[in-house]
């Protein structure tokens, strides 16, 4: 099995050789089931989520009114709650088209973003690997792969010119640490 360098990366993460898996159109990956993908909302499950979230947004902007006259008629308290209320409002449709958004992602066959935040996550964790450090059976989980780290180019060795700026720069770290240590 041949070694390969590189930086761990999501598929289809930024900087990753490879598409996301799932995405259609690619090989192996899941395909967009035909027919309409947006049929799910008007399923029954789906309707009373929507009709919850109408019935909590007007509650809520409702209960914002209220505190709003209680404020006027000298509760101060009220006042924060006021302007508290419709931005759980504002939270709920948010959470609601976030919720849709994912649901429409996982019909098509794509990766959600809690999928991709937990990729990303485990990424930064094997990046953390000492180097060389091999994985169990020598295979990377399923949806990563190795983005090739830069290589030095070879002439870069022989310039002289690099060379000397980087003697430069040793001459200067040891030159600051003979100062740490009091010797300078």
Same mark, same amino acid.
């Given at each position: 099995m041949p070694l390969v360098e590189g930086q761990i990366v999501p598929s289809g993460a930024p900087g990753s050789d490879l598409p996301e898996s799932g995405t259609p159109g690619t090989d192996g990956a899941a395909q967009v089931p035909p027919g309409r993908v947006w049929t799910f909302l008007f399923k029954p499950k789906w309707l009373a989520w929507h009709l919850f979230v109408a019935v909590a947004f007007c509650g809520m902007l409702w209960l914002g009114w209220w505190q709003y006259h209680r404020a006027v008629g000298g509760n101060g308290l009220s006042w924060a709650y006021t302007f508290e209320w419709p931005l759980f409002a504002g939270f709920a449709v948010v959470f609601w088209a976030r919720t849709i958004r994912d649901e429409f992602l996982l019909k098509r066959g794509a990766l959600t973003e809690a999928q991709l935040v937990t990729r990303a996550a485990y990424a930064r964790m094997l /990046?953390? #690997? %000492? &180097? $060389? /450090?091999? #994985? %169990? &059976? $020598?295979?990377?989980?399923?949806?990563?792969?190795v983005r090739q780290v830069?290589?030095?180019?070879?002439?870069?060795?022989?310039?002289?010119?690099?060379?000397?700026?980087?003697?430069?720069?040793?001459?200067?770290?040891?030159?600051?640490?003979?100062?740490a240590l009091g010797a300078g």
């Open positions: /990046a953390s #690997l %000492p &180097a $060389g /450090a091999m #994985l %169990p &059976a $020598g295979e990377l989980p399923e949806g990563f792969t830069e290589q030095p180019l070879a002439s870069d060795a022989d310039d002289p010119e690099l060379a000397s700026y980087n003697a430069y720069l040793a001459k200067l770290n040891a030159k600051d640490n003979r100062k």
